[in-house]
């Protein structure tokens, strides 16, 4: 089994802890994902991306995609892949361009 490499001093790793009041919960699961669904979805673009042209994607070239999937309510983003009721899987919707 190899050993890890030993820790690097430069890097600084600060621990924020908090407690969150039960009221919040529900709230704070639906922003988490969304969050998955929109790190998910990157992740699949990113490797099919480089699959087809052997490149990495950048962060520009992610917001660029990302930015055309319309804005939810409070500006929060829309989910990319909203799950139909009751199909329990993901729908990919594509971004229609915006005239």
């Known amino acids: 089994m190899p050993r890890a490499a030993p820790p690097d001093p430069s890097i600084t790793t600060r621990v924020l802890r908090l407690r969150i009041k039960d009221k919040h919960a529900p709230w704070l699961r639906e922003m988490a994902l969304h969050?998955?669904?929109?790190?998910n979805y990157c992740n699949e673009l990113g490797f099919k991306v480089w699959l087809r042209e052997r490149r990495f994607m950048s962060g520009f070239d992610f917001a660029a995609l990302c930015s055309l999937y319309p804005r939810g309510n409070e500006?929060?983003?829309?989910?990319?892949?909203?799950?139909?009721?009751?199909?329990?899987?993901?729908?990919?919707?594509?971004?229609?361009?915006v005239p």
């Open 35 to 39: 969050v998955n669904q929109v790190w």
């Open 75 to 97: 500006g929060r983003p829309a989910a990319p892949f909203p799950n139909r009721a009751g199909s329990g899987r993901r729908v990919c919707n594509p971004p229609q361009a």
